[in-house]
């Protein structure tokens, strides 16, 4: 836009940018993503008071029970009951704490180590940036479901192991980018113009590209919770996640497997939970970046 | 001839990106044929705005209000898709500003050339390859085979110029758009393009609209000009009259801002406030 | 006291070099070198087309790359090989303006943070209040309203964002700038704005400056003496009167022949130069 260009007067009006809390909520998929979440966090935090029955109360008299909605539901099991007359919908409710449990302690702990790692090879480079790099390079050559199977197996199983496995191996993806990101970063003039300032080498990666790499940052790490939560469940299906009579989506998903043909709602239930929160955190990952990123916004 | 091959009556046009704020106001030129006119103007005159719509390449986001274009004697802007899509690119084509991104960096030049001729021309393979190599030697390329086989990577930005001059000429089309067409170039290969297009058009009679902001190329390429500011057209006429006696104060003052190697004292004269101010009263923005 | 400032001999600059685990990559020499002397309040116009090396060479002065031969002396001080610790308090003294004030301002940094963060860090100002009246009254003499300090850099126009990278190079009390071809990316109008801004501040201040820039209108409009590059090397330099009224080298001719000027000259076109 031609603006009114002047050396004695005001300066033009600059654009005002809208409050950083209007933009989030602007971007539709913050918000569904978001909602979803947040949804789920007070579920599983309440889930005692939630959950309808108890998910490990086994009453054979009510097994196979049906959703409400089709004929031969009992009232009160609103998604029906496994062979063993436990309730689905409590199930699912109790799994959603393991699942949110890992999903958000695996992908921080793998944000945080594959951050400074990618932080240190980006900006400082040389030797630094290629034993990084090696490593990552033969990490990822490691087929990663097959790894994270092998590595439960070697720690045990249980739910540290599980985060422990995500960790070790996704790390991988947060230094790739991140690394990436700060190279691209440092070549730019505003760090640069830091150097020209005087600023300390490691001054100029906390103040000035760090901040810049946060966006893309917090996109990585909700795609990372939906790939924990998939890896979780990948893990309770082949029974390797906690102990069994925890409820788990991936155990859910196993079990739901075997009575396919005479309970089919007992596979749907949970893989619906499970695709509907995977999707939520990518959408919440990618509405976010696009919401922080005040270049990307124009 | 003296008919106008390209008319603009009444061009507005509105963004509504920027909360529906005129880019066009009520724009109007004409190109002759086989003439060359300037269309210059700082950012955001509205240049570019202009020879997009001509093109039809408008941005969703900018949308025409009012106005005709009339080429060879039809509106432009009431033309079905396919009757626009048969005009552009045969009988207006396009020198585009960036000869990096241009070309298609997979493909050779060769292939990228003779695509223009084999659609809008109807030659079969082998004729097309046979006039792109004709191409590249009218437009002074000293090595036509060895460009025909290279990728685009592989020239210098000049050449690659020089290579979409060729595509743009290849169609033998009426009216040339170059957009800004050397502003990516170095003076010494923005001058031999210069000519080089001055040499294309006068040779096959082609009307040039060429957009640039700067009123030097534009006194030496150019026979007419259009000043434009904040989508609204300041000054017009032959150049020579539009650079020797300017009729707006906008005008007079955009020569003085710029310095000249040739007269150290002269130039750098800031646009003076009251300019901009009268400009704006005119325009009727606050 | 020398009355050179900035001297630099034999400057050579060779990217790419460096052995990697598997192999080393081809190097490309983009300075053959350079002599080159900028003398205290004195504008130096450093001029050259795409790969003359002329923004390597504005680079090599600040330390920015490293030069694999030569010698840099500031103020009469051997500055070429001393290690990053030693150069950063005469970072101070050695400021530079880029050529992109978009990307050489932090988009996530307020102005007033990108401002008063280098006066806090070289303890010009004993804090952050003190910083603050100095940008302000910076600010003001780059005529932008003290508002713009809220902003973030997108938010201001290019001519405003190059008068931010100029006050921010001001506000160091340099004796030295680099401006790396500042007014390429800006319109005619505020291009004259920008650089009679600067050519005020350099007296002012008695500022040496180097002035890199692909124009040689521009060039001859701010500076005392120039510099002629091509493919690394000088291929003329002069007082700006001199070399402008009569260029010894056949470069330099064509370079001049090549501006287009605003003025009816019909057979400037067809007019060839040998170079």
Redo the contacts between chains.
């Keep these: 836009m031609a603006e009114p260009i002047t050396i004695t007067g005001p300066a033009a009006k600059p654009r005002r940018t809208p409050s950083r809390l209007r933009n989030l909520f602007a971007e539709r998929q913050v918000l569904f993503g978001g909602s979803f979440i947040l949804l789920l966090v007070v579920i599983a935090i309440f889930a005692p008071f939630i959950a309808p029955k108890d998910p490990l109360e086994q009453d054979l008299m009510l097994g196979s029970l049906p959703p409400a909605w089709l004929d031969g539901a009992e009232p009160g099991y609103y998604l029906g009951t496994d062979d063993l007359g436990r309730d689905v919908l409590s199930r699912l409710i109790y799994g959603s704490r393991i699942a949110l449990l890992v999903a958000i302690v695996s992908a921080s702990l793998a944000a945080l180590i594959g951050t400074i790692l990618g932080l240190l090879a980006g900006w400082y480079g040389g030797w630094a940036d290629r034993i990084i790099s090696r490593i990552v390079d033969i990490w990822m050559a490691f087929p990663p479901v097959l790894l994270s199977i092998l590595l439960v197996a070697v720690f045990g199983s249980g739910v540290h192991s599980v985060i422990a496995a995500i960790v070790i191996i996704d790390w991988t993806r947060f230094c790739r980018v991140v690394r990436a990101e700060t190279l691209a970063q440092s070549q730019l003039d505003y760090v640069t113009a830091a150097r020209t300032a005087g600023f300390p080498r490691m001054k100029i990666l906390t103040r000035e590209i760090f901040p810049n790499i946060v966006p893309i940052l917090i996109a990585l790490v909700s795609l990372e919770m939906g790939i924990a939560v998939v890896v979780e469940a990948i893990l309770s299906f082949v029974g390797l996640s906690v102990s069994s009579d925890t409820p788990t989506w991936g155990g859910m998903i196993a079990q739901g497997r075997q009575l396919i043909h005479h309970a089919w709602w007992l596979l749907v239930a949970p893989l619906a939970v499970l695709f509907t929160t995977v999707l939520a955190f990518n959408q919440l990952g990618s509405g976010l970046r696009r919401a922080l990123d005040p270049v990307l916004r124009r | 001839m003296t008919e106008n091959l390209l008319t603009v009556t009444g061009l507005s046009a509105v963004s509504d990106r920027e909360g529906g704020m005129p880019v066009l106001r009520d724009v109007g030129l004409t190109l002759k044929n086989g003439g060359v006119r300037g269309l210059v103007g700082e950012s955001g005159a509205g240049k570019s705005t202009i020879a997009k719509a001509i093109l039809g390449i408008l941005p969703r986001t900018v949308r025409i209000t009012g106005g005709w274009i009339n080429f060879k004697g039809r509106d432009l802007l009431s033309m079905k898709p396919q009757e626009l899509r048969s005009i552009m690119g045969s009988e207006i084509a396009l020198i585009p500003q960036d000869p990096q991104t241009a070309l298609n960096p997979a493909r050779r030049i060769g292939a990228q050339l003779a695509d223009g001729l084999k659609l809008k021309r109807d030659m079969s393979a082998r004729t097309a390859e046979a006039h792109a190599l004709q191409l590249l030697a009218d437009v002074q390329i000293r090595d036509p085979d060895r460009v025909m086989k290279s990728f685009p990577h592989q020239l210098s930005g000049g050449m690659r110029q020089r290579v979409l001059i060729a595509a743009a000429f290849a169609v033998e089309p009426e009216l040339v758009i170059a957009d800004e067409p050397t502003t990516a170039l170095d003076v010494t290969v923005q001058k031999e393009i210069l000519r080089l297009i001055r040499h294309m058009q006068s040779a096959r009679g082609t009307g040039v609209l060429f957009v640039t902001h700067d009123l030097g190329i534009v006194a030496q390429i150019c026979d007419s000009v259009t000043l434009l500011y904040a989508g609204k057209v300041i000054e017009e006429g032959p150049v020579r009259n539009v650079l020797e006696n300017p009729n707006h104060a906008y005008t007079k003052a955009l020569i003085a801002a710029g310095p000249r190697y040739d007269r150290p004292d002269a130039g750098l004269e800031p646009v003076p406030e009251a300019v901009f101010r009268e400009l704006r009263q005119e325009i009727g923005i606050s | 006291m020398d009355q050179n400032l900035l001297v630099a001999t034999g400057i050579k600059v060779t990217y790419g070099k460096h052995a990697?685990?598997f192999g080393s990559k081809p190097s490309t020499p983009v300075l053959h070198g350079v002599d080159i002397r900028i003398g205290r309040g004195q504008t130096v116009g450093i001029v050259g087309?795409?790969g003359s090396g002329k923004t390597t060479l504005g680079?090599a002065l600040?330390r920015?790359v490293d030069v694999s031969a030569g010698k840099i002396a500031f103020d009469g001080r051997d500055i070429t090989h001393i290690p990053?610790t030693e150069?950063?308090?005469l970072?101070?003294r050695?400021?530079?303006i880029?050529?992109?004030p978009m990307?050489?301002?932090?988009?996530?940094?307020t102005i007033r943070r990108i401002l008063t963060?280098?006066l806090l860090?070289?303890g010009l100002a004993g804090d952050a209040a003190t910083a603050l009246e100095q940008v302000k009254s910076v600010l003001d003499r780059v005529?932008?309203?003290a508002?713009?300090l809220e902003?973030?850099p997108?938010?201001?126009?290019?001519?405003?964002r190059q008068r931010i990278g100029i006050a921010?190079a001001v506000l160091?009390q340099p004796d030295f700038v680099l401006a790396d071809e500042i007014v390429s990316g800006l319109?005619?109008?505020?291009?004259?704005?920008a650089?009679?801004?600067l050519k005020s501040l350099s007296r002012e201040l008695g500022l040496a400056m180097a002035f890199i820039s692909?124009?040689?209108?521009?060039?001859?409009?701010v500076c005392d003496y120039v510099y002629v590059m091509r493919l690394g090397k000088v291929v003329e330099e002069g007082p700006?009167?001199q070399v402008?009224a009569s260029p010894s080298a056949a470069y330099t001719r064509?370079?001049?022949?090549?501006?287009?000027?605003?003025?009816?000259?019909p057979g400037?076109?067809?007019r060839r130069t040998e170079?």
């Design positions: 990697g685990l087309e795409s680079r600040l920015l990053e150069m950063r308090p970072r101070r050695m400021q530079m880029f050529q992109d990307a050489s301002l932090n988009p996530r940094h963060g280098p860090l070289h005529s932008l309203p508002a713009c902003r973030y997108h938010e201001l126009s290019g001519g405003q921010r160091m319109d005619v109008s505020t291009q004259a704005q650089l009679r801004l692909h124009d040689l209108s521009v060039i001859r409009a700006c009167e402008f064509a370079l001049l022949d090549a501006i287009p000027l605003p003025e009816y000259d400037w076109l067809e170079t």
